[in-house]
């Protein structure tokens, strides 16, 4: 079993950064893809950005795409989120997500379904 606790979320000003980290325990994700998913107040879940088990490919939202940089350390056991240029509609809870390891290195999922792990999340919001 594998347990995923974020953390880095926060206030922060229009145009500033914060970097979420997401930290697995209970066994390595070197090989999991990952994915980072947000959940604004009266919205569904929606897709940020995935990594692949490999580290090799990223995906990302169009409206996050140039902003926010996905990015893996398997030493640590942990992903993490950049974010750059904040903007208040990215305010939302923040939660990081893990598929078991049965694909090949270069896989990688924007959709929440396939994941099998999942953090509680941590709250970001951006000031105007």
């Known amino acids: 079993q594998v347990q995923l606790v974020e953390s880095g979320g926060g206030l922060v000003q229009a145009g500033g950064s914060l970097r979420l980290s997401c930290a697995a325990s209970g066994r390595s994700i070197s090989t999991y893809p990952m994915g980072w998913f947000r959940r604004a107040p009266g919205k569904e879940r929606e897709f940020v950005a995935a990594?692949?088990?490999?580290?090799?490919?990223?995906n990302y939202e169009d409206s996050v795409k140039g902003r926010f940089t996905i990015s893996r350390d398997n030493a640590k056991n942990t992903a993490y989120l950049q974010m750059n240029s904040l903007k208040p509609e990215d305010t939302a809870v923040y939660s990081c997500?893990?598929?078991?390891?049965?694909?090949?290195?270069?896989?990688?999922?924007?959709?929440?379904?396939?994941?099998?792990?999942w953090g509680q999340g941590t709250q970001v919001t951006v000031s105007s």
């Open positions: 997500a893990a598929i078991r390891a049965r694909y090949s290195g270069n896989y990688y999922s924007r959709d929440g379904g396939q994941y099998d792990y």
């Open positions: 990594i692949s088990g490999s580290g090799g490919i990223t």
